[in-house]
T-cell receptor, first 114, second 113 residues
Framework: EAAVTQSPRSKVAVTGGKVTLSCHQT?????MYWYRQDTGHGLRLIHY???????EKGDIPDGYKASRPSQENFSLILELASLSQTAVYFC?????????????FGSGTRLTVL | GDSVTQTEGLVTLTEGLPVMLNCTYQ??????LFWYVQHLNEAPKLLLK?????KRPEHQGFHATLHKSSSSFHLQKSSAQLSDSALYYC????????????FGGGTRLTVRP
């Protein structure tokens, strides 16, 4: 089965600090995503990438940067963390551009900004 | 823009009763529809996805039918089990948007004995 691993599993950060969330996949998938989960808002797409060294903005990119240094790794960066960025963050991967492709999610990172 | 609406945030059922979770969508194009399920402290995973040939997808006793006329893809099961308690997400994707998914707000299903 497809494997997506995220680190750390949880993190507490201070307002204004820098936070980096990491994601690694061993599926040989082209597409990788970062989603944010909030109660009532569901899963919202922050950034995604379909090839190494290139990232695309999702639906809520403000306040976030992304980096895809290799096919396997995809990071989410909060340069200046804010209280409103407290949430659970999920990384996911999928194999192809075909729209019916399944997303495989990591276990999530619970971020608390104080 | 494209959107997915799940009208119920919380659904509580007694074991053995039928399940129906609502999902409607808005899209200029003909989308693919999905249901993802997330059990407590786990990652979301695919439960069902719509077919292009009007077949009804089924998995673990759940099924959903894509009705283009009403823009709906409701999730149904004839008899709820305790293990069905989870967070359910409806989602859509479009052919021209690659594999990018747009999710609804989610419905938390709790099944009681």
């Amino acid at each position: 089965e497809a494997a997506v691993t995220q680190s750390p599993r949880s993190k507490v950060a201070v307002t204004g600090g820098k936070v980096t969330l990491s994601c690694h996949q061993t599926n040989n998938h082209d597409y990788m995503y970062w989603y944010r989960q909030d109660t009532g808002h569901g899963l919202r797409l922050i950034h995604y990438s379909y090839v190494a060294d290139s990232t695309e903005k999702g639906d809520i990119p403000d306040g976030y940067k992304a980096s895809r240094p290799s096919q396997e790794n995809f990071s989410l960066i909060l340069e200046l963390a804010s209280l409103s960025q407290t949430a659970v963050y999920f990384c996911a991967s999928s194999g192809r551009q075909i729209s019916a492709e399944t997303l495989y999610f990591g276990s999530g990172t619970r971020l608390t900004v104080l | 823009g494209d959107s997915v609406t799940q009208t119920e945030g919380l659904v509580t059922l007694t074991e053995g009763l039928p399940v129906m979770l609502n999902c409607t969508y808005q899209s200029t194009y003909s989308p693919f529809l999905f249901w993802y399920v997330q059990h407590l402290n786990e990652a979301p995973k695919l439960l069902l996805k719509s077919f292009t040939d009007n077949k009804r997808p089924e998995h673990q006793g759940f099924h959903a039918t894509l009705h283009k006329s009403s823009s709906s893809f409701h999730l149904q099961k004839s008899s709820a089990q305790l293990s069905d308690s989870a967070l359910y997400y409806c989602a859509l994707s479009l052919a021209h948007a690659g594999a990018k998914l747009t999710f609804g707000g989610g419905t938390r299903l709790t099944v009681r004995p």
